[in-house]
């Protein structure tokens, strides 16, 4: 694939600026840049995956065909066949109505309609992404997305993408919602099946740690310009653009946090137990101990960090903090225990705890724009008026990197990383 010249703007804004880029048959391309530089707008200009407003200019040539003048048949005929993506957020790209087999064979017989043996090539799909570790795959297969796991759902995406042998994977950064030990493993999975396709991969990436052991050529990406390309050892050894070396600078300097002595919030024994039901009554059986028996304290001015991987019970023990869902045992803050407070007083509360949930766009209100969403919480908890409330909005927008044009927008015009900004602004 060979990039030309590419541009694209949004209503008269320039996304896109003079894009040139190329990917070889059976190699490895990153391309890298910070949160709403481009990189996914770029992806979706290859298959043309763009909203009506959009205009587009330049080539984008694969296999001798400029992709931007095919027609839209031809255009249905490429996308999953021979150039696949894997999108960044596996629960808005995978159907929550629809078992995972069926998904994966829409795929199939989409470009296949006389497919055969179609449930066994889900099957053999499920192994290739190495489900079958996890489970039996005719388990898996009659699994909806909210029964597995992100990595399980990342891999169901990559079943998806290589089901038709594709030249070219689009990975839309695929690794980013997974801890590092699931992350690695997808990488590692990418290489195996990229060896055995002998398919190309155009990697997505803000994460230069994850493109160095994986690239085998950096494209780097800034305000919609690519500002510098090499191979990876090359430009990792020897950057030219500012930029460039900004981001491998790039590193969370570590601080010195003002603590108090003073207790903010004291967890002691705190369990959640969900119930397994089975039969045809669904008798409760027995109970998966998401958290059993935890005890910490926090204290005033302090940055508590709890680790562990997929599945250890590191969210349910923050949902079960916030008291968004049941537990037993103590919760004190601010000396009061929260397994004993009335839903009035609970309320009075929420407005000194906090939470940024890990998906944000499945955390933000699509309907609403970021100034409703933002000042949703402070029309529960405030008495202010529209126009303090617009000044307050664009001021905390400010502290988070957010342009004020940004107040009126919506979540799907945002980039994963500025969405990820507006739910810590909110």
Do not use: W
Request: net charge positive.
């Amino acid at each position: 694939m060979n990039i030309k010249n590419l541009n694209l703007s949004i209503s008269g804004k320039n996304i896109l600026k003079d894009i040139n880029l190329q990917v070889k048959k059976a190699q490895i391309v990153a391309l890298v840049g910070q949160s709403g530089s481009g990189k996914s707008m770029l992806a979706y200009s290859i298959l043309k995956l763009l909203p009506k407003n959009v205009t587009l200019d330049g080539e984008i040539n694969f296999d001798n065909k400029n992709i931007l003048k095919l027609s839209q048949d031809e255009l249905l005929n490429l996308r999953g066949k021979d150039i696949a993506i894997i999108f960044q957020e596996p629960l808005s790209a995978l159907n929550p109505l629809h078992r995972i087999k069926k998904q994966i064979a829409e795929m199939i017989y989409t470009h296949e309609e006389r497919a055969k043996d179609l449930e066994n090539r889900v099957y053999e799909l499920l192994k290739k992404v190495e489900l079958d570790k996890y489970a039996d795959v005719k388990k898996i297969a009659n699994s909806y997305i909210h029964e597995l796991s992100g990595g399980q759902r990342q891999r169901v995406l990559i079943a998806m993408a290589i089901a038709n042998n594709p030249k070219i994977l689009i990975a839309d950064e695929p690794t980013t919602a997974l801890d590092v030990s699931i992350q690695d493993e997808i990488l590692n999975l990418l290489k195996k099946l990229k060896n055995e396709f002998n398919m190309s991969i155009l990697f997505i990436s803000h994460d230069l740690g994850v493109v160095k052991s994986f690239s085998e050529y950096i494209y780097v990406i800034n305000k919609g310009k690519i500002v510098e390309h090499n191979t990876t050892k090359e430009l990792f050894q020897n950057p030219k653009n500012s930029y460039t070396k900004d981001l491998l600078r790039a590193n969370i300097v570590a601080k010195d946090f003002d603590i108090k002595e003073e207790k903010l919030l004291d967890v002691k024994n705190l369990h959640v137990y969900f119930p397994i039901k089975k039969g045809l009554f669904k008798r409760v059986v027995g109970h998966f101990k998401a958290v059993d028996n935890v005890s910490f304290e926090l204290k005033i001015g302090e940055c508590f960090g709890i680790i562990g991987e997929s599945g250890s019970g590191k969210s349910t023990l923050a949902n079960a903090i916030l008291k968004l869902m049941e537990s037993s045992g103590d919760i004190i803050f601010s000396n009061q225990n929260l397994n004993n407070l009335s839903k009035k007083d609970l309320r009075a509360l929420r407005s000194k705890m906090q939470i940024v949930f890990q998906d944000p766009f499945n955390s933000l209100n699509p309907r609403l724009s970021i100034f409703s969403i933002i000042s949703e919480g402070l029309d529960i908890h405030t008495k202010l008026s529209k126009k303090q409330k617009i000044n307050l909005v664009k001021e905390i927008l400010k502290e988070v990197d957010m342009p004020d044009e940004s107040i009126f927008r919506y979540p799907h015009e945002f980039s994963g990383g500025q969405r990820q900004r507006i739910a810590i602004a909110r």
